[in-house]
Every structure is written in structure tokens, then in C-alpha cells.
């Protein structure tokens, strides 16, 4: 069995910050790239931001500048740094995971059960 733990949600003013952690635990062979999703309401999942093993990241335009992804693979441990949060941030964050459980397995993707961030004032 393969677990993300996610932590770090909550309610913030424009313009605030929030960092989101996600730790894998469980069955590990190895990690591949891990990142983070969002969905507002009545909107899709869409992809905030990934970092592979090798930390290349990706981000969305609408978050480039403001959110830092990273990783501690030591720890099977993905971060978001969100700074300068904005009202259209407001979403569930998932942590999603390229995982090989162990030997013989695919490598398959994980998610996280979200977390609530809302920037209100």
C-alpha cells in the first residue's frame, strides 16, 4: 500500500502565504515526478506545478513567480510555497506521485485526499 499525507491548507488574506507539504509513505521503490493539482468548484483538476526526481520543474503560467515547488527525496516529500496569494487560488490541492511500489509493479500514479485552500479577506 502506497499513502500521500497531505497538510498545510487553510484560509489566508490576499497576499498571504501558505506551504503545502505531501509525504509519501508505504511500499516505495523509487519516485518519480511529483507535483501538484488543483480544482476549484465547477472547474477541472489542473496541474499547479511538478518537479521530477532530478528537480526540473514545471509550473502553470497562472502561478509562475509566486509558487516554489521542491522535493526532499530522503524524505518521499514534495513542498508548494505559495506566496502572494490570490482569491483565484481558492481550490482543493492534491498531491500526485510516479510511484514504482516494488519490483515486478508498473509504475503508476498516487493522489493525495486534498487539501482545502481559500484566500479570502
Known amino acids: 500500500q502506497v499513502h500521500l499525507v497531505e497538510s498545510g491548507g487553510g484560509l489566508v488574506q490576499p497576499g498571504g502565504s501558505l506551504r503545502l507539504s505531501c509525504a509519501a509513505s508505504g511500499s516505495i521503490l523509487a519516485i518519480n515526478t511529483m507535483g501538484w493539482y488543483r480544482q476549484a468548484p465547477g472547474k477541472e483538476r489542473e496541474l499547479v506545478a511538478s518537479?521530477?526526481?532530478?528537480?526540473?520543474?514545471n509550473y502553470a503560467d497562472s502561478v509562475k513567480g509566486r509558487f516554489t515547488i521542491s522535493r526532499d527525496n530522503a524524505k518521499n516529500t514534495v513542498y508548494l510555497q505559495m506566496n502572494s496569494l490570490k482569491p483565484m487560488d481558492t481550490a482543493v490541492y492534491y498531491c500526485?506521485?510516479?510511484?514504482?511500489?516494488?519490483?515486478?509493479?508498473?509504475?503508476?500514479?498516487?493522489w493525495g485526499q486534498g487539501t482545502q485552500v481559500t484566500v479570502s479577506s
Open positions: 518537479i521530477t526526481r532530478g528537480s526540473s520543474t
Open positions: 500526485n506521485a510516479n510511484i514504482k511500489p516494488q519490483p515486478g509493479i508498473y509504475w503508476r500514479d498516487y
